[in-house]
């Protein structure tokens, strides 16, 4: 048993899904057909512009399988342009607002190959999911929450991946010994309040320090995703700190340690694959009159300290703030990472 963090009540929303419901579609085919269908056709009554009791009343079903239809539809519209298969996943309201992207999990599990992992609050699955299916790796994932922990198993059987083992309960109530083992991967997304800002490690469930000091006595590999507007010297962990960006915006903040760490900082960039990695060093921002060609710098290679490593000769800064890092150059400089809005 593990020695437990000090903040660990749920941050999560309580999902409205009835766990009995959830249940059954888990274990009957012919009913996740069933219900598949209904969230299909409440789908489409919500892009209709449909809610509340018309919502409802056009729904098949009893109350609990209404509720439930309604916040699964509510889910995937909420999916919609992160996931290719966003009509097939099964998320409850916070899941869905929270998995990780598929090009960012697909990213992750090209990095973690062929490794035994352990996932540390596996939510819905999503991300234990492809760093089994795209990494060639053995993951256990362990939720505390039981309709995720459901809903994690269907995710996997609806998307073909085999061998994956998702377990319910509270990892520190666990004979973790018997899970972690040396040279596995201990991955972790922990849950974050959305009222307040995480400024410290310690803000989030569960304590990404806690899990490392109880842990780190079996294995070096750990693969944390962290807030991406967490202050870089809040993060008391050392190893590689990769920002990763979405079209320009920064998206995610993921820590790696042990063998999985490849450099001091890194940026990847979104979707156009580029990476970054090096040293970081602080960019002092000047005030330079504007110059025929403006550049917004992308904000996983300003966050990751690595802009020093893009910046052409010529180019100089007519504007910095904690959002955006403005540019400016007498000629084009074609490969630059920069927001696609300039």
């Given at each position: 048993?593990?020695?437990?963090?000090?903040?660990?009540?749920?941050?999560?929303?309580?999902?409205?899904?009835?766990?009995?419901?959830?249940?059954?579609?888990?274990?009957?085919?012919?009913?996740?057909?069933?219900?598949?269908?209904?969230?299909?056709?409440?789908?489409?009554?919500?892009?209709?512009?449909?809610?509340?009791?018309?919502?409802?009343?056009?729904?098949?079903?009893?109350?609990?399988?209404?509720?439930?239809?309604?916040?699964?539809?509510?889910?995937?519209?909420?999916?919609?342009?992160?996931?290719?298969?966003?009509?097939?996943?099964?998320?409850?309201?916070?899941?869905?607002?929270?998995?990780?992207?598929?090009?960012?999990?697909?990213?992750?599990?090209?990095?973690?190959?062929?490794?035994?992992?352990?996932?540390?609050?596996?939510?819905?699955?999503?991300?234990?999911?492809?760093?089994?299916?795209?990494?060639?790796?053995?993951?256990?994932?362990?939720?505390?929450?039981?309709?995720?922990?459901?809903?994690?198993?269907?995710?996997?059987?609806?998307?073909?991946?085999?061998?994956?083992?998702?377990?319910?309960?509270?990892?520190?109530?666990?004979?973790?010994?018997?899970?972690?083992?040396?040279?596995?991967?201990?991955?972790?997304?922990?849950?974050?309040?959305?009222?307040?800002?995480?400024?410290?490690?310690?803000?989030?469930?569960?304590?990404?320090?806690?899990?490392?000091?109880?842990?780190?006595?079996?294995?070096?590999?750990?693969?944390?995703?962290?807030?991406?507007?967490?202050?870089a010297n809040a993060v008391t962990i050392r190893g590689e700190m990769e920002y990763i960006s979405v079209d320009g915006l920064l998206s995610r903040l993921t820590l790696y340690t042990g063998k999985l760490q490849e450099s001091e900082t890194s940026a990847f960039i979104l979707p156009r694959g580029?990476?970054?990695?090096?040293?970081?060093?602080?960019?002092?921002?000047?005030?330079?009159?504007?110059?025929?060609?403006?550049?917004?710098?992308?904000?996983?290679?300003?966050?990751?300290?690595?802009?020093?490593?893009?910046?052409?000769?010529?180019?100089?800064?007519?504007?910095?703030?904690?959002?955006?890092?403005?540019?400016?150059?007498?000629?084009?400089?074609?490969?630059?990472?920069?927001?696609?809005?300039?």
């Amino acid at each position: 048993m593990l020695n437990r963090s000090p903040h660990t009540s749920p941050l999560a929303d309580k999902s409205l899904l009835e766990r009995k419901v959830v249940e059954k579609i888990l274990k009957n085919d012919s009913y996740r057909d069933r219900i598949n269908s209904e969230i299909d056709r409440a789908v489409e009554l919500i892009d209709s512009g449909h809610s509340g009791k018309s919502l409802m009343d056009q729904i098949s079903g009893g109350k609990n399988e209404k509720v439930s239809v309604i916040e699964l539809a509510r889910s995937r519209i909420s999916a919609r342009g992160r996931f290719k298969s966003w009509d097939r996943l099964w998320l409850d309201s916070f899941s869905s607002r929270y998995a990780t992207p598929e090009a960012i999990s697909i990213h992750r599990a090209e990095r973690i190959v062929e490794r035994n992992v352990v996932d540390i609050g596996s939510g819905a699955g999503i991300q234990a999911i492809y760093l089994q299916s795209h990494g060639g790796n053995k993951v256990i994932g362990i939720e505390i929450d039981h309709i995720r922990h459901l809903l994690s198993r269907i995710n996997a059987m609806e998307m073909g991946v085999k061998g994956i083992r998702f377990l319910s309960g509270d990892f520190y109530n666990m004979n973790i010994d018997s899970i972690v083992t040396t040279g596995s991967v201990v991955y972790s997304d922990p849950l974050r309040s959305e009222s307040v800002p995480p400024k410290h490690l310690h803000d989030l469930v569960p304590n990404p320090e806690i899990v490392f000091q109880n842990l780190s006595a079996i294995t070096e590999n750990f693969c944390f995703d962290l807030p991406p507007h967490l202050p870089a010297n809040a993060v008391t962990i050392r190893g590689e700190m990769e920002y990763i960006s979405v079209d320009g915006l920064l998206s995610r903040l993921t820590l790696y340690t042990g063998k999985l760490q490849e450099s001091e900082t890194s940026a990847f960039i979104l979707p156009r694959g580029r990476h970054y990695s090096g040293r970081p060093m602080k960019f002092e921002c000047s005030d330079s009159e504007p110059n025929d060609y403006i550049f917004l710098a992308d904000q996983a290679v300003v966050a990751s300290g690595l802009l020093h490593k893009v910046i052409a000769d010529g180019m100089s800064s007519i504007y910095c703030d904690s959002r955006r890092t403005i540019l400016t150059s007498s000629s084009l400089v074609r490969d630059f990472p920069d927001r696609p809005e300039i």
